[in-house]
């Protein structure tokens, strides 16, 4: 009898722990930092990529091509104003040797507030926050086999807003989210004009663009089952739709030819107007369809070390050199609270 009362107690106290952790758990999808607390996310990852088939990767020659290793780097932070409003922010930067492709590929800042806590029957966040990738120019180049890029910015700010909702049940949390970027058209880029593209000579070594506003939106929902005071396992899914972008007009004023004669100044023109053409479409969306895995160690009640990783197939326009028929990132998240 005293030993099943025991083996009771024990259990119990486990549920109890292990419901207690999961709600303070940094991994955790509804997480939320406490009135002063402030957290750091800090990861590191390899990733491989096959690409896919699509005509703009096939005129530069990288159709089916693999790229590895690619380094990924992120940090996400916050830091609670009260126990219902944070501010927010998601950093990260990959490093591709194989494409000579480097820079910022995610710049998230700003604020989520709690509409509905645990005592209610869901949990429910509303935020917003800017989209940074205005900060660098989008770099690249035109070449006779198409656009190359250089960076991994698309030189234009945005707007985020989204929400997320769900519950933890003792030791297992469920959420989803749904977010919408709007970004604004500018002319933050730099295109260099490779000596070998046709009538070179016709225009500037560099020019910019007037880029269309474009959209994001995305979808999904993730998973956490917290085993005991140190363990945790989480799984999700994630939608993501990136629209194709455009051109408006070619910015940078061309360079007068009048001095070479009828035919250099409608050679110009035409190769303007077929250059807009070109790209007042480009076909360059795509959609994503990732699958997540992480399992978390609590090292103290303040730090924790997450291994995850992500797999990720797409469906790309014609036009994208963002295609991929494999994407498999996997890495270590270092997890802090102050």
């Known amino acids: 009898m005293k030993k099943s009362l025991k083996c009771l107690i024990a259990a119990t106290a486990s549920v109890v722990s292990a419901e207690a952790f999961a709600a303070s758990n940094m991994e955790n999808p509804l997480y939320m930092p406490q009135n002063r607390e402030v957290y750091l996310k800090t990861g590191a990852a390899i990733m491989y990529k096959k690409t896919d088939n699509t005509s703009a990767l096939q005129n530069r020659g990288l159709a089916r091509t693999e790229e590895f290793p690619i380094w990924r780097f992120s940090e996400d932070l916050g830091y609670g104003i009260t126990d219902r409003l944070a501010l927010i922010g998601r950093f990260g930067y990959t490093h ?100 070998s593209f046709p009538w070179s000579a016709l225009f500037p070594d560099e020019i910019s663009v007037d880029l269309k506003s474009t959209h994001e939106t995305v979808a999904g929902f993730d998973t956490m089952y917290q085993f005991n005071s140190n363990w945790s396992i989480g799984a999700g899914f994630e939608y993501i739709e990136h629209a194709d972008n455009g051109v408006k007009s070619i910015h940078t004023k061309l360079p007068d030819v009048s001095a070479l ?68 990132e996997t890495g270590v998240r270092f997890n802090a609270r102050f």
Request: aromatic share 12%.
């Open 261 to 328: 004669g009828p035919v250099a100044v409608g050679t110009q023109n035409v190769v303007k107007q077929t250059l807009l053409a070109q790209t007042k479409n480009m076909k360059d969306g795509w959609d994503e369809y990732v699958l997540k895995l992480n399992v978390a160690n609590q090292l103290t009640d303040s730090m924790q070390l997450t291994l995850f990783t992500e797999y990720t197939f797409d469906d790309s326009h014609n036009g994208s050199q963002n295609g991929t028929d494999i994407k498999w």
């Open 96 to 195: 591709d040797d194989d494409i000579d492709r480097k820079g910022m590929h995610r710049g998230r800042l700003g604020a989520m507030y709690r509409v509905l806590d645990d005592a209610q029957p869901i949990v429910l966040d509303l935020y917003t926050e800017a989209f940074l990738s205005g900060i660098t120019a989008m770099k690249g180049a035109y070449t006779t086999t198409g656009f190359k890029f250089d960076n991994y910015s698309n030189g234009r700010y945005g707007v985020i807003v989204g929400t997320r909702f769900g519950k933890t049940w003792n030791a297992f949390t469920a959420a989803a989210h749904v977010e919408y970027l709007q970004t604004f058209g500018n002319n933050n880029n730099k295109i260099s004009i490779d000596p």
